[in-house]
């Protein structure tokens, strides 16, 4: 592809911004990253939205499941730092992923909003172009956790535009207890055992929002969860953002679904 034709491609996501909204993210008062320090991000475009992912294999990126709403995902970009810059040697494009959405995800109660990708071809890892190796087991962050969250979504609540660079902001856990009291979420929708609530240090806001979602959860240096949904208004102290936990349940199934189809 043309440098012309990649810079159209991808900066498509920036208009379908400006005129969709999704349940996904924005990095509220974050800061730009160092170019490619995070080599497993991946910026998903669908013909409706663009939102996140995670590169856990050569062949398969982890995203959020509400992502196909609409349309499903056509374009994979890898690589990518700044979305408007034309020089694409460290860029690596995959076209029309296979698609499997969790076989339980509900888009009312927001459970299982997980989704993996399998590419059209592996990427060739480089510099620039990493996977994230899931782990066995990964432990449920307590309230206080201090975790990162990164992507290209728009950066505040006025303008629906998205970042032209990768941005990442630290998010605190909140305790589920607190984050379905009356205060919070009230229970609407519920969070369970498979999600995480996790937003302001309660001194200055940080959260995810439109643009982001299916981005990673990270929390010291591992990748915990994907991000799922949050209030319209983001930013709010006390709506802070949900992300569903990879659990040793989710994990089995990330990786059933990923050996199961290898074998095909």
């Known amino acids: 592809m043309s440098c012309l034709g990649a810079f ?3 900066f498509s996501c920036m208009v379908l911004l400006i005129v969709h909204s999704s349940d996904g993210s924005e990095i509220i ?3 730009e990253v160092k170019p490619h320090s995070l080599p497993y991000m991946a910026l998903l475009q669908s ?3 663009c939102c996140g992912g995670i590169l856990i294999d050569k062949s398969w990126v982890l995203t959020a499941a509400h992502c196909m709403k609409g349309s499903k995902i056509k374009t994979v970009w890898l690589g990518v730092h700044s979305i408007k810059a034309k020089n694409e040697n460290s860029r690596q494009v995959r076209k029309d992923p296979m698609h499997f959405p969790h076989p339980n995800y509900d888009s009312a109660t927001k459970v299982n909003d997980i989704m993996l990708l399998k590419l ?3 990427v060739i890892e ?3 172009v990493k996977y994230l190796k899931l782990g066995d087991a990964i432990k449920d962050p307590a309230a206080g956790t201090s975790c990162m969250v990164a992507g290209w979504g728009q950066t505040n609540n ?3 535009k998205m970042s032209d660079v990768l941005m990442s902001v630290n998010v605190t856990v909140v305790d589920r207890v607190k984050c379905n009291s009356v205060e919070y979420y009230n229970r609407h929708p519920v969070i369970t055992s498979g999600m995480i609530c996790a937003g302001s240090d309660g001194q200055n806001e940080a959260d995810t929002c439109v643009g982001d979602s299916g981005g990673p959860l990270v929390c010291s240096g591992g990748l915990v969860g994907v991000t799922s949904f949050g209030p319209k208004v983001c930013g709010q ?8 936990y990879l659990t040793v349940k989710q994990l089995s199934w990330i990786k059933d679904t990923m050996k199961k189809s290898d074998i095909k």
Do not use: I, R
């Open 8 to 10: 159209t491609g991808l």
């Open 47 to 49: 013909l409706t939205q």
């Open 237 to 244: 102290a006390k709506k802070p953002g949900v992300y569903m």
């Open 120 to 122: 059209d071809e592996s």
């Open 158 to 160: 006025s303008v629906m």
């Open 126 to 128: 480089t510099e620039t």
């Open 29 to 31: 008062n974050g800061k």
